[in-house]
């Protein structure tokens, strides 16, 4: 698949432009044209921020409303005010240890609308990867090893060096790679 | 002028792609004031001047009027340069703006402004298209990152040419929108200052000024021909007649392609595209508009292009209320706009569906409000709650434009209006009350230090001389922090990193007649407490004035880390009374089913919140 719609969803502080910035260079590396959209200012105090990675040819930096293939939660409740962005057959990824986390009128809309709920212990396998701050890179992971999205492991992995600060590459390596044997 | 692509293909932010084209259009200096959404664009160009070995001279200018006069005086003397704000920057630099179109510029002068629709981070939804407008310049609209690149070039090309400073307006979704971008060499260009003496132009006098306001107005009209021409204006499609035509610019028009795209529309809906809109290039645009027998005009923020169309009988936009007239143009509200004038086109069967039930479902299940907060361990929250301590509830607390603005929550911030108004406002907040005698509650002023250097100077003159009496608490944290970490006046550092003159604070202050001046260190409350406490009382005195505290405590995010550390635990002394939370609000601190907890993750052991609580529940760890 040559193209690829994500919102990546969740707080300010939790590594969300960074973790667009590494699927963004992934789909750079592998060729394919690339846009995307940040928060940045008063919101990345604590408040609601979203990242938008477009792959393929596009306009707008931002994914449409109800067309994206992919959206990423690093917080649960995040990831339901970002629902409206999922596309019909689009994934939700959200980490949570189990999909009851999600209310029942949330899990009967994605149902409604053929699209696909995958529930990610993120938290607990960043702190696995060795840094609670590498929650972000779980969910790259995710996107990664999803079938049918153009993010290659392999290719993240380059991208990470290139983007990680040193002395948090081994985690987030470790983090990526715990998140994509979850896809 | 830009030459073959050099090998590089970068991901690069809407304000980068803005510094790329500025430098590969040869700029020589460049002036800025940060302000979201404009702050990336100068650290950039310093980036790219550096990596590519061009002299480029850069500044964080005092305020965006100073930068403006700054690069105005270089563009007279034939230099390329450049100064970028944000919208409401350009209400401080109006003044320089206004007479730099009647006098002009010898070298190319491009004004980067970014506007912000929504708004993210700013105090008004003003469109600067309008202020070009009302300046008589040309501006342009760049409708993606790529666009903006290419108008930065374009810009100083048009500005040489017709010896006038032109208008680069970009928007949010543009600045902080990504796109791959192929980079061009730099144009790196071998021209002196040559400053030629001609008082009647650089000095005009208003008899002069009426010469050259006719001068303009005849530029304006060699400029709209220009634009009639220009490859940012261009019709999309080839459809010479039908019921609906668009007419499209900046962000709005990139998600109009998409959105046609994703339904199957491309190339259906005829599309005036026009990034180049002032001045109108009026065969244009009214010849596109005659065409058809309904055109709607999507821009934003506010209109410019249907109020400048002469006939609006055909034209639907926000005159008519078809387009909301406030707020963000995003995609659903796009959506609930063109789906019934495409279906009344029969374009389409019928509206398309909005994606309103999911929002609905979403909206009612009442997910946590994410109001922003300042951040755990922040020094100004200590500030604030040393400052409520003391003024308590009859207090009145001006403040102003900052991450600090975030003290509404813990009761100690009133009023925020604009750059310097804290020290302005509590100079009317105190004449107001004491005027005929009357009794004047505990005042207490709140601004950082940039935002004080910026707009602040002029106002504490005017306090100390009027005779005011009230606190002034500049929140000083060694930094701009709010719009990324820019360096202040007071650092000296310079955008490349280099250590420039440096100003201090105090003696500013003292110089300015402030008679009353204690710096504390926030991190110690009850020392604060006691220093806002002697302040207030300095008001009161017999010969009292105005009182300038200054808590000095890095930012946290600028300089994790320098400050001991004390772990806190909380005590079963804690009966959930909730003041800490309150009137500190730490996000580090939350209510549990006992006690209140501490997030171990998110605090970082300032162990400021430990005097906050009355009855002694917050410990130092080890105690606990």
């Given at each position: 698949m040559?193209?690829c ?7 300010g502080?939790?590594g969300?432009?960074?973790?667009s910035r590494?699927l ?5 590396r592998?060729?394919?044209?690339v ?10 105090r604590?408040g609601?921020?979203l990242?938008?990675v477009?792959?393929?040819a596009?306009q ?5 409303s ?5 959206v990423?939660?690093?917080?649960h409740?995040?990831?339901i005010?970002a629902?409206?962005?999922?596309g019909?057959?689009g994934?939700?990824v ?6 009851e986390l999600?209310?029942l009128a949330?899990r009967a809309?994605l149902d ?10 993120a ?6 990867a060795?840094?609670?701050k590498?929650?972000n890179m ?6 990664c090893g999803?079938p049918g999205?153009?993010f ?16 948090a ?5 470790a983090?990526?790679r ?6 | ?5 050099a090998a590089r293909?970068?991901?690069?932010l809407g304000n980068?792609?803005?510094a ?6 040869g700029?020589?200096?460049a002036f ?21 070995g061009?002299p480029?001279h850069?500044?964080?200018?005092a ?7 700054a ?7 034939g ?5 970028v704000?944000?919208?409401?920057g ?17 070298g190319?002068?491009v004004?980067v402004v970014?506007d912000?629709p929504g ?8 469109d ?5 407008y009302?300046?008589?310049l040309p501006?342009?609209d760049p409708?993606s990152?790529a666009?903006?690149r290419?108008m930065?070039?374009?810009a100083?090309d048009?500005?040489e040419?017709f ?5 680069l307006?970009t928007s949010?979704?543009?600045c902080?929108?990504?796109q791959?971008?192929?980079l ?5 260009l071998?021209?002196p ?14 008899r ?7 001068a303009?107005n005849t530029?304006l009209?060699s ?10 204006n261009?019709e999309l499609g080839?459809a010479t ?7 499209a610019?900046?962000?709005p028009?990139a998600l109009l392609l998409?959105l046609?795209?994703?339904?199957r529309?491309?190339g259906?809906?005829?599309?005036l595209?026009?990034?180049a809109p002032?001045?109108l ?5 009214e010849?596109?508009i005659a065409r058809f027998?309904r055109v709607?005009v ?5 209109q410019?292009i249907?109020l400048?169309?002469?006939?609006r009988s055909r ?9 909301p ?7 659903a ?8 004038l495409?279906a009344?086109?029969?374009l389409?069967d019928?509206p398309w569906e909005t994606?309103?039930a ?6 009612g ?6 109001a ?5 361990g ?5 500030s604030f ?6 003024g308590g509830k009859?207090?009145i ?8 603005t975030?003290?509404s929550s ?7 209006h604009?750059m310097?108004?804290s ?9 107001a009350?004491?005027h005929a005698?009357?009794a004047v509650?505990?005042i207490?002023?709140t601004?950082g230090?940039?935002t004080?250097?910026h707009?602040?100077?002029p106002a504490l003159?005017d ?10 608490v500049?929140?000083d944290?060694?930094?701009t922090?709010?719009?990324g970490m820019q ?6 550092v ?13 003696a500013?202050?003292?110089g300015?007649?402030v008679?009353?001046?204690k710096i504390v260190?926030p ?7 006691q220093v806002?406490?002697?302040a207030?009382?300095?008001t009161?005195?017999a010969?009292?004035?105005v009182a300038?505290?200054i808590p000095r405590?890095p930012?946290v995010i ?6 001991p ?5 909380i005590?079963?002394?804690c009966n959930?009374?909730?003041v800490?939370?309150?009137q500190?609000?730490?996000p580090?601190?939350?209510?549990g089913?006992a ?6 993750i ?7 919140c ?15």
């Open positions: 040559g193209s719609d994500v919102v990546i969803a969740g707080l502080g939790q969300i432009v960074l973790a590494v963004m260079e992934v789909a750079l592998q060729g394919l044209p846009r995307g959209a940040e928060t940045h200012g008063m919101a990345q604590g609601s921020v990242a938008h477009r792959v393929g596009c707008s930096p931002e994914v449409l109800g067309r994206a293939d992919l990423l939660a690093l917080e409740h995040e990831g005010r629902l409206p962005f999922l019909p057959g994934t939700l959200v980490n949570a240890e189990s999909p999600l209310p949330v809309h409604a609308c053929g699209a696909h709920l995958l529930p990610v212990p938290t607990r396998l960043a702190q696995e060795g840094d609670v590498a929650l779980v969910l790259v992971g995710v996107a999803l999205t153009p290659t492991l392999e290719t993240a992995a380059t991208a990470l060096q290139a983007l990680v600060k040193p002395r590459l081994t985690a987030s390596l983090a990526l715990l998140g994509a044997a979850r896809a | 002028m830009p030459q073959a692509p293909v970068l991901p690069l980068e792609a803005v790329r084209g500025l430098l590969e259009a700029c020589q200096l800025a004031y940060p302000g979201t959404p404009s702050s990336e664009v100068l650290p950039a160009l310093v980036r790219f001047a550096r990596e590519e061009v480029l850069s500044a964080w200018s305020n965006e009027k100073v930068a403006l006069e690069a105005l005086a270089a563009a007279y003397c230099k390329r340069a450049a100064v704000m944000k919208q409401v350009l209400n401080v630099a109006a003044d320089p703006l206004l007479s730099s179109a009647y006098i002009g510029v010898r190319g002068l004004v970014a912000d708004p993210t981070s700013s105090q008004t939804e003003q600067t298209r309008q202020f070009a009302f300046a008589k501006v342009l409708m990152p666009e903006a290419d930065a070039g374009y100083f048009l500005s040419r010896e006038t400073p032109v208008i307006r949010q979704r543009v902080h929108g990504r791959d971008i192929a061009y060499s730099p144009t790196v071998d021209r200052a040559v400053f030629a003496r001609a008082p009647q132009r650089w000095a005009a006098t208003p002069h000024r009426l010469r050259l306001h006719h303009l530029r009209e400029i709209a021909a220009e634009l009639e021409e220009c490859p940012f261009r080839s007649a039908g019921p609906l035509g668009i007419i610019a900046g962000p028009l998409d046609l795209a994703a339904h529309l491309a259906r809906v005829p599309i595209a026009l990034g002032h001045p290039p009026r065969r244009l645009v010849g596109f027998k709607l999507l821009e934003e923020p506010d410019v249907e400048l169309v002469g006939d034209v639907r936009g926000r005159h008519d209320g078809t387009v007239s406030a707020g963000v143009l995003d995609a509200a796009l959506t609930r706009v063109l789906g019934p495409l009344e086109a029969e389409i019928s994606g309103d999911i929002r609905a479902l979403v909206a299940l009442d997910l946590p409000a994410r922003p907060t300042l951040c755990p922040c020094p100004h929250r200590a709650f040393a400052i409520q301590r003391v009859k207090g607390y001006p403040s102003d434009i900052g991450c600090y975030l003290g813990q009761g100690a911030v009133d009023t925020v604009d310097g108004a020290v302005s406002m509590a100079t009317g907040f105190y004449h009350h004491a005698g009357g509650p505990p207490f002023a601004i230090d940039s004080f250097y707009g602040g100077l003159a306090a100390v001389t009027s005779g005011a009496r009230f606190v002034l500049i929140l944290n060694r930094i922090a709010m719009t360096p202040t006046l007071m650092s000296g310079q955008p490349d990193g280099s250590q420039g003159p440096s100003l201090d604070l105090e500013t202050c003292r300015l007649g008679p009353w001046l260190n991190y110690d409350v009850i020392a604060t407490v806002m406490r002697d207030l009382a300095y009161r005195a010969d009292g004035g300038v505290v405590q930012c600028h300089q994790p880390g320098q400050y550390r004390t772990p806190v635990a005590t079963d002394r959930l009374c909730g800490c939370l309150d500190f609000g730490c580090a601190l939350s209510r089913a006690r209140i907890e501490v997030d171990s998110r605090c970082i052991q300032c162990g400021t430990i005097p906050v609580c009355a009855r002694g529940a917050i410990v130092p760890a080890e105690e606990g």
